[in-house]
């Protein structure tokens, strides 16, 4: 070939590379997703087959790295040689209290190193951690612990957690011994155990692979609770394969050995453990933990621990945005932040001001089937859906997913004239969901009914079925889908999903109320939604103090803080729909503007310890933030 041959065919690539651009200038993103995505399929396809499970991982990052950093906790450093010698001593103790391989143990303990070396322990022997939430009180708390068949219970280091399970002790099965971190036997009432003085007795030698031998992909890791579709916090089954899979997450944002991630949501939650956790234990790096969230120390601990990725959700980094401005809010070692839930109104002010070189956006539901991530640093996009990537996706995890038609008035898909759900063309909005795996088994522990109502049957074709993740998005013209609001009976408020069910059962109990629909609305400058409860009271009773006494009290000792409802409505009729549901239309479209409402409304008013009048000037101090 001469040399003006040469240049001619350049010339025409680069022309040809041009048109493609010009024509479809979407590519090259799903090209960069593909990349991304595709690392994590390839090593969770490898870490499968081969039967490298979480407690593997960890093992051996032990023997390869023994002395590295591990976590780090108020200024303090554990080493992987030393929480595997915690855990080992968990182990040799559970090894005393006669369970069998896929026994539960419930856990109930703050974000600190015991959470994971306690977890550690118990997958040594093959045994299933029931992560609670430690929010829960009263009648949710006692649920969770119940439905998780739990043969021990294990409680951290805080008084707060000991005096909610003191209060529903004497509903638990008495057979169940309970174990309390941070306290020695003598300061322990009757019935508990002193966890530090068990772990000191036994010794911290190593167990035996063969105990676990008989583990599968199957066999289970946690149950990660969940609202579900409605109800009671609901265990999700979280086995050895989906934990691969939450383990080569951070793999799409190329995390290393090399990496620190900083992780101050809830351990108990998929994103903190399956993400955060899990991710660290595969590829041997370090997680900064904090016990609970502070805007104000946040950055202080990025700078200090030399954090390179930071995991976060939507109002975390809201929180963030209103402390004061500082020189230092962009000096620090950040490379990537990874979460949930950032919305666009904030994006780009979260992003320049903290100086974040990368936002990687994802999608996903601890029982879901499938996740999406923005990788692009695409504004407020949650990832991609493009024919090529619905292609790719099939490829890689053998499920597809869609996005379709949905009628959110009446709660159910769109079908066209053959009974088929309809997908949605660009500039549309409709529900995502995903194929269900042949080897699907429940998304819930013992409770198919509460599993069946999240798939849709006979979507394409007759016979399929599809995991429904509840969440109505936008696909714009680049194939880029956006979350916009979530349907059916949750709603999400202060990073929590939260069961209108589960709020309706609690105020319905109340000896004057007839009828309670709940439901999420609106607050400005706030992520998600914040509760609002509707009242009927029966016969011709007229709202009282006590009556709002009450809801108050009620709701303090059932829920945790963030399932409260912050409004109240009383009316005298509650509309519902053909199918006997509470008709939630028009009400989440009232919000709780009193220009619009003729009702009564309330709002809570933590300093009285009531439901106080929502006046003219109150309703301004919440739309502005300051209530």
């Known amino acids: 070939m001469s040399k003006r041959d040469g240049v001619i065919l350049g010339a025409a690539g680069g022309v040809a590379t041009l048109a493609w651009r010009l024509w479809f200038p979407w590519l090259q993103d799903d090209m960069t997703t593909i990349r991304s995505t595709n690392r994590q399929a390839t090593k969770s396809i490898r870490d499968a087959k081969s039967g490298r499970f979480i407690i593997d991982m960890f093992e051996e990052q032990v023997k390869r790295v023994p002395k590295k950093t591990f976590i780090l906790f108020e200024d303090r450093i554990y080493t992987y040689e030393f929480v595997n010698s915690m855990a080992n001593r968990v182990a040799n103790l559970a090894m005393t209290w006669g369970l069998k391989q896929g026994d539960a143990v419930a856990t109930v303990i703050y974000n600190e190193p015991a959470f994971v070396w306690t977890l550690l322990g118990l997958l040594k022997l093959g045994l299933v951690d029931a992560f609670i939430n430690y929010h829960n009180k009263s009648g949710p708390l006692l649920h969770s612990i119940v439905v998780s068949d739990a043969k021990v219970i294990i409680i951290g280091d805080g008084d707060e957690l000991l005096d909610s399970i003191d209060a529903i002790k004497d509903k638990l099965p008495a057979d169940i011994p309970i174990y309390v971190y941070g306290k020695a036997g003598s300061e322990l009432p009757d019935r508990y155990l002193s966890m530090d003085t068990e772990l000191l007795r036994v010794c911290p030698a190593e167990i035996c692979k063969t105990v676990r031998s008989q583990l599968t992909l199957k066999s289970l890791v946690c149950y990660i609770y969940t609202s579900g579709t409605t109800g009671l916090p609901k265990p999700a089954l979280v086995n050895q394969a989906k934990a691969i899979g939450l383990s080569k997450f951070y793999q799409q944002?190329?995390?290393?050995?090399?990496?620190?991630?900083?992780?101050?949501?809830?351990?108990?939650?998929?994103?903190?453990?399956?993400?955060?956790?899990?991710?660290?234990?595969?590829?041997?790096a370090t997680i900064v933990l904090r016990k609970k969230f502070s805007a104000r120390h946040y950055w202080e601990d990025v700078r200090k621990y030399k954090v390179t990725v930071v995991q976060y959700i939507g109002e975390l980094c809201r929180y963030l945005l209103k402390v004061p401005k500082d020189d230092l809010d962009g000096v620090h070692t950040v490379r990537v932040a990874v979460g949930n839930g950032l919305r666009p109104d904030i994006w780009e002010e979260y992003r320049t001001r903290f100086r974040i070189p990368w936002i990687a956006e994802f999608f996903g539901a601890t029982e879901g089937t499938t996740t999406f991530i923005n990788v692009t640093g695409r504004v407020g996009a949650i990832g991609r859906w493009s024919p090529i990537m619905r292609v790719a996706s099939k490829g890689r995890f053998g499920v597809s997913s869609h996005v379709i038609k949905y009628d959110?008035?009446?709660?159910?898909?769109?079908?066209?004239?053959?009974?088929?759900?309809?997908?949605?063309?660009?500039?549309?909005?409709?529900?995502?969901?995903?194929?269900?795996?042949?080897?699907?088994?429940?998304?819930?522990?013992?409770?198919?009914?509460?599993?069946?109502?999240?798939?849709?049957?006979d979507v394409f074709?007759?016979?399929?079925?599809?995991?429904?993740?509840?969440?109505?998005?936008?696909?714009?013209?680049?194939?880029?889908?956006?979350?916009?609001?979530?349907?059916?009976?949750?709603?999400?408020?202060?990073?929590?999903?939260?069961?209108?069910?589960?709020?309706?059962?609690?105020?319905?109990?109340?000896?004057?109320?007839?009828?309670?629909?709940?439901?999420?609305?609106?607050?400005?400058?706030?992520d998600g939604r914040a509760g609002m409860a509707a009242i009927s009271l029966k016969g011709e009773a007229e709202v009282k103090p006590d009556m709002l006494k009450d809801v108050f009290c009620a709701c303090e000792k059932e829920l945790p803080a963030y399932a409260r409802p912050l409004f109240l409505r009383f009316t005298k009729d509650l509309q519902v729909t053909q199918t006997m549901k509470h008709s939630k239309l028009n009400l989440i479209k009232d919000g709780f503007d009193i220009d619009k409402i003729a009702d009564p409304v309330f709002f809570l008013d933590v300093e009285k310890r009531t439901y106080s009048p929502l006046t003219g000037d109150i309703y301004q101090r919440v739309v502005t933030s300051r209530l």
């Not at 090399?258 to 991710?279: E, I, K, M, Q």
């Not at 709660?411 to 409709?430: A, L, Q, S, Y």
């Not at 016979?463 to 194939?479: A, E, I, S, T």
């Open 408 to 457: 959110v008035v009446n709660d159910t898909p769109v079908r066209n004239n053959k009974g088929r759900c309809i997908p949605i063309k660009r500039g549309e909005e409709g529900i995502l969901i995903s194929g269900i795996p042949p080897s699907y088994s429940g998304f819930y522990k013992g409770d198919l009914a509460a599993s069946e109502k999240k798939i849709i049957r």
């Open 253 to 284: 944002v190329w995390y290393n050995e090399n990496d620190v991630v900083y992780v101050v949501t809830p351990l108990y939650h998929s994103a903190a453990c399956g993400h955060g956790l899990f991710n660290t234990i595969d590829v041997g």
């Open 461 to 526: 074709e007759e016979g399929d079925r599809y995991f429904n993740f509840g969440d109505l998005v936008y696909m714009d013209n680049q194939y880029y889908i956006y979350f916009r609001d979530r349907v059916g009976d949750t709603f999400r408020w202060k990073g929590e999903n939260v069961s209108t069910r589960e709020v309706c059962d609690v105020i319905s109990k109340l000896p004057f109320t007839q009828d309670v629909n709940v439901y999420g609305v609106l607050v400005p400058d706030s």
